[in-house]
């Protein structure tokens, strides 16, 4: 096993169903500390049964992108959580190279995981490692924002922002339940809510004149690990699912943050869902934050989306 760097550029990935023969690319952040090295050795020795493979660490964006796009023909396996699957395609998309390198193993080993949750991926690395080099690729989507940001998971406005903020402080005690805990907890004091205006491939679906509590736009289904604020995405079926929640009273807000994690929330009279390529979202007053995939944005009064079908893909089970 090696942990060299490589610069050529990508070549056509290997055959699929059976371990690759032109080896794997395993890359982990090196900041992962050394708690996770024994579950990284592992899923090294995992894959590396029947096939080459060279451990790549990265320290920053710049290690990120050298080992995505020198991958030389080699099965590239991400090893992290949704942090990592995000930056990984948004170099990619910027280089133009989300077909290219082939489909990508993943390993979750982040706190939410939850884009391996939607692609059905095992939990556990070691399992996840197995389907990595054994598993069937598949065509997933991507949404893209109009300044180029993208989504692999889900993207939401309102007190999206706010509930990471505050669930950051509860995910050492309390990992994947942090964040139905954080949106409770930022939910009820939101104030008056978000004055938004969202359309769907040209429908108004919120006019604005109420306020939202929330609009979600999903690939994936689940954000902070587990939690089903879009549940109804499909990430495999080329359009986006669209929640919006009105549930802006002290009472609803409670209501609707008690059901995201079991998804129940969508069945309340105050929540509109809908599907579409094309998503606007507009402040009438004020501004408002973006949270993409666990990535807050700064403040901004205007966003377009638009989802991008079967442009990368994925090793699934």
């Known amino acids: 096993m090696a942990e060299q760097q490589q610069q050529a550029g990508p070549r056509p990935a290997p055959g699929w169903g059976q371990e690759p023969p032109g080896g794997v690319l395993a890359v982990v952040n090196a900041a992962a500390g050394s708690a996770r090295e024994a579950v990284v050795d592992a899923v090294v020795g995992e894959l590396g049964r029947g096939a080459d493979v060279e ?47 082939g489909p990508l193993g993943v390993v979750p080993l982040g706190t939410g995981n939850d884009l391996a949750r939607s692609l059905r991926l095992p939990l556990d690395p070691v399992a996840a490692a197995r389907v990595a080099v054994r598993g069937r690729p598949r065509d997933l989507e991507l949404l893209v924002d109009g300044h180029g940001r993208t989504t692999v998971n889900t993207v939401h406005a309102g007190i999206g922002a706010s509930a990471t903020a505050k669930a950051q402080r509860l995910k050492k005690v309390l990992r994947a339940g942090a964040y139905p805990v954080g949106a409770l907890w930022a939910g009820v004091g939101a104030g008056r809510g978000f004055r938004l205006r969202v359309e769907v491939d040209g429908r108004v679906v919120a006019d604005g004149q109420r306020p939202l509590l929330v609009v979600g736009i999903g690939i994936g289904g689940t954000i902070g690990g587990g939690a089903r604020l879009v549940p109804g995405a499909d990430p495999h079926d080329g359009v986006a699912d669209v929640v919006v929640s009105t549930s802006t009273g002290p009472l609803a807000r409670v209501g609707f943050a008690s059901g995201l994690r079991s998804g129940v929330h969508v069945d309340r009279h105050d929540v509109t869902t809908t599907t579409g390529r094309v998503v606007e979202v507009t402040a009438l007053e004020g501004t408002f934050r973006l949270n993409s995939d666990g990535e807050v944005t700064g403040p901004q009064r205007h966003e377009r989306f638009e989802m991008h079908a079967d442009v990368w893909r994925a090793v699934c089970p």
Do not use: E
């Open 55 to 101: 451990l790549r660490r990265t320290r920053g964006l710049d290690d990120l992108r050298a080992a995505l796009l020198g991958a030389d023909g080699r099965r590239l396996v991400l090893l992290g959580g949704d942090g990592t699957l995000h930056a990984a395609l948004q170099l990619l998309h910027d280089a133009g190279a989300t077909r290219s390198v």
